[in-house]
């Protein structure tokens, strides 16, 4: 501990006395200074023993002295040292009576103790104390380290709890809470999360201090990891301030845990390669082979039905999607999905992998994400579990980007090609996974040429193929072969285009689509003939019937 008042009147060389301020002698003692300024507040930094022997001072002046007293108490100074049988055989009652008034500590300092002596102790006291804290703090080092290789982040963690009499928690790059120690100090943690988002805004490494009314404890929050993108952070937990020792503690922590996240992120690395590999293989129709090298990484994902999920962007329109979507009121975890995509340089695809990733670490699941393409042919594939955390915390990404277009995502050239599609394929097995991925991408297809974010498979199948027919080349196709039966009825001589629908949707039942067009059948049939002859095609054909049909819908969609 720091020199404090009462540890230098105990000194038993320096033989002090006391003469006011008794209830503050826990105070600690930054430094000793000899002035004998009538004001050395200026010269003050706080937490000062101040020496004085008065010999500027009228210290007889009772108002004098309150003043001077209060200026000290002001500036911070811990106590008053007054040198007895130099101006003054004793201190004057008027500074005596100050002192006690503003309850600072008054020693009396005998005529044969130098000044110089109690700087001494001072010094030597505090050299004593920062060497102590020093090798504590080395001897904390030593001990994360060791918990650090043979316990992992849980048992660094519980270590780093210990050394500061504390807690401790450790955040994922989402601010999702991995670990706690001790256990009960998850709720505390969980509670953070909105401060570790805040956190993640900055420039890494960043830093603040969590504490008030509404906090049982001061906290402090760290981001690690080198990138300017913190990849977790670090949350310490205690009742006061951290000393020297608990600071080195700490400081040695994030290290190792920093140390700790990059190595994960060169054996994520080469994980990617096996997913890769394995993900080829279930394509190639393979699923024996996949399963032989999956192993115990991913073999219980292929164990039960999973999803494959197709995701592509480029990489501007996200983080005009996060500028304005930001201003919508989407819910907690949506807006925090969509900050983390404008601090990845505006790249969706980059946050989505991690949300995926970070969800199925968060439940224990095997998740296989495979990057693919680079620039605008950018991409990437996910397996994952079926009615997992992955697949649920894709949908909340996606349904976040969703929520912030309909909130006015600006308009413009290339606003649509750039922003983030999804698609999920229904539920596969290792045999079908060929087919799943073709879904995914069907999926995707659709959701782009739609205007959405995110697009099941399954979806397609029960909704309708009439938005389908919106494409453009749809919609030329439909203008060019009905172009000639516009024509027609644009000179009056009858209503060809009319008469078509009502046939086609009565099912060539000609007394029912005559009822409908209010003519007499064998008008119809002559209608009909002249649908034939203008266009050059039998509606004998079901194919031209198809087709006819499906260009009126597209025509009249418009």
């Not at 394995?278 to 039960?304: K, N, S, T």
């Not at 909130?407 to 045999?431: F, K």
């Not at 266009?535 to 031209?544: E, H, K, M, N, Y």
Request: with cysteine; aromatic share 4%.
């Amino acid at each position: 501990m720091p020199p404090t008042l009462a540890s230098l009147v105990h000194h038993s060389a320096l033989k002090l006395t006391v003469r006011a301020g008794e209830d503050r002698l826990d105070v600690p003692v930054r430094w000793a200074h000899a002035s004998e300024l009538t004001d050395p507040v200026p010269y003050m930094e706080g937490g000062e023993l101040l020496l004085i022997t008065a010999l500027k001072l009228d210290a007889e002046n009772p108002e004098a002295m309150r003043r001077y007293v209060r200026r000290l108490v002001g500036a911070g100074v811990v106590g008053l040292g007054f040198a007895v049988g130099v101006n003054y055989e004793d201190i004057p009652e008027a500074l005596v009576d100050a002192a006690a008034e503003e309850d600072l500590p008054l020693l009396a300092v005998p005529r044969r103790t130098p000044f110089l002596a109690i700087s001494k102790a001072v010094s030597a006291a505090i050299a004593a104390d920062q060497y102590r804290a020093v090798t504590a703090g080395f001897a904390a080092q030593r001990e994360l380290t060791k918990q650090a290789l043979t316990g992992g982040p849980d048992g660094l963690l519980t270590a780093l709890a210990s050394q500061v009499n504390g807690w401790a928690a450790l955040y994922d790059a989402s601010g999702a809470v991995v670990a706690t120690a001790p256990e009960w100090a998850g709720r505390r943690a969980a509670r953070l999360t909105a401060d570790v988002e805040r956190l993640r805004e900055r420039p890494a490494p960043a830093s603040s201090v969590v504490g008030g009314p509404e906090h049982e404890d001061r906290v402090e929050l760290h981001t690690l990891g080198t990138g300017r993108r913190p990849r977790a952070a670090l949350a310490v937990g205690t009742a006061a301030a951290l000393g020297t020792a608990e600071r080195y503690a700490v400081h040695s922590a994030i290290a190792l845990l920093t140390l700790t996240t990059e190595r994960s992120r060169s054996l994520h690395a080469a994980e990617q390669r096996v997913g890769a590999a394995v993900l080829r293989m279930l394509l190639a129709g393979e699923p024996d082979h996949a399963r032989a090298v999956a192993g115990d990484l991913y073999g219980e994902l292929l164990d039960a039905p999973f999803r494959v999920i197709v995701a592509e962007a480029a990489s501007v329109s996200a983080a005009r999607v996060v500028d304005s979507g930001t201003r919508v009121a989407l819910p907690k975890t949506a807006a925090a999905l969509l900050v983390a995509a404008s601090e990845a340089n505006g790249d969706p695809l980059a946050v989505l992998t991690e949300v995926v990733e970070s969800a199925a670490a968060r439940a224990g699941e095997a998740v296989l994400v495979v990057p693919e393409g680079e620039g605008e042919a950018a991409r990437v594939v996910v397996l994952a579990a079926d009615g997992g955390a992955s697949v649920a915390a894709c949908a909340e990404y996606a349904a976040a980007l969703e929520a912030a277009r309909a909130g006015g995502a600006p308009e413009g050239p290339g606003a649509d090609e750039d922003e983030l599609v999804v698609g999920l394929s229904a539920p596969a097995g290792p045999i079908a996974a060929a087919a799943a991925y073709k879904q995914a991408e069907q999926a995707v297809s659709v959701a782009r040429r739609r205007g959405r974010v995110c697009v099941e498979h399954e979806q397609l199948a029960a909704g309708s193929v009439l938005p389908l027919l919106a494409d453009d080349a749809v919609k030329a196709f439909a203008d060019g072969l009905l172009r000639a039966l516009h024509e027609h009825d644009a000179t009056g001589r009858g209503d060809l285009v009319a008469s078509l629908r009502a046939w086609l949707s009565r099912h060539g039942q000609w007394d029912a689509a005559a009822a409908d067009l209010g003519v007499h059948r064998h008008t119809l049939r002559y209608r009909m003939r002249r649908v034939e002859e203008i266009l050059g095609r039998s509606l004998d054909d079901a194919d031209v019937r198809m087709e006819l049909w499906l260009a009126l819908k597209a025509t009249s969609a418009e």
